[in-house]
């Protein structure tokens, strides 16, 4: 019988030894059986326990269940352990790291036409414009007829155009609003610009684009004169360059505008000593403009013996491509980030 309570104790040991080594639920379950399953140590000496007395049988039954117990604690403790260990080890892994650097929003930029765009529209209500808006889908009357342009104009087959139907094509130019905006001020003095999309029936290359983008711009009033005009194209195309800078007029013709001139900028980049960008000239041909014709005024309902007006086209592409250096126009629409990214 001795022998039996001794044998508890050691194998009280050796469970002990055992537990503490068990690495998961499934030795930890294992072991229990092996101590205390039918098949255990423990369950032969029970059995045992018949042919002793009942003294002996009491002192071993006591025996018994404190090694039970015991048995049964060092499991539950153990079982504690490991769930802390696995609870500690997800933690660890699923930690966010504050200290960790964020990760970065990648953020667009505006396309270089858009830049573009920007800095007229800055320059220009800075000088008392307003931005002027029309339809792209635009009627005959006011694309061409209200712009000194009539039907059979030969003028008309420069700008061969996108027509809808007889009388609405999209606009060839941002001079309608020009005539639009005429006609919507009833008498009362100008000063916009209309920044926008037109369209033309070109063969796509380098430097032409079936859809470009323009700038207009108006100023009508009394005693409005060329040097107006002058003026406020110095101190556009200063702004946009990002130095003063002259500007020359050439004679040309418009349907619109008399007198009409084909303006240039003094070269931004060799100041007027010539350079590869201007040619050697000096110069760089940059828009069209001119006083506004007054078959124009009267058609919209202005006094054109009191008041007159100047007009400017500015290309947006030609504009940004000779400010950039850009050598292909088809760059613009062709949303590469390598390419909006350096402007
Ligand atoms: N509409 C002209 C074009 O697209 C550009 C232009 C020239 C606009 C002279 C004007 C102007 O307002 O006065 O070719």
Redesign the pocket.
Known sequence: MGENNNELDILKESAKEEISNAQNEQDLNNLKANYLGKKSRLSEIMASMRELSIEKKKELGQKANEFRTKIEEFVENKRQELLEKLIDAKLKNDAIDVTMPAKKFKTGKLNPLTQTIRELEDVCTGMGFMVEEGPEVEEDLYNFEL?NLPKGHPARE??DSFYIDENTLLR????PV?ARTLLKSKGQPIKIICPGK?YRRDNDDATHSHQFM?C???VVGENVTMADLKGTLVKICSHVFGSDLRVRFRP?F?P??EP?VEVDVECFKCHGDGCNLCKGSGWIEL????M?HPNVLKMCGYDSEKYQG????I?IERLTMMKYGIDDVRNFYIDDERFINQF
């Open positions: 712009l420069m700008q060839t130019h941002t001079s020009q037109v323009q207009e711009g108006l040309s418009f619109f505008t009409s828009l069209g403009g001119g506004v100047f007009a400017f086209g290309g």
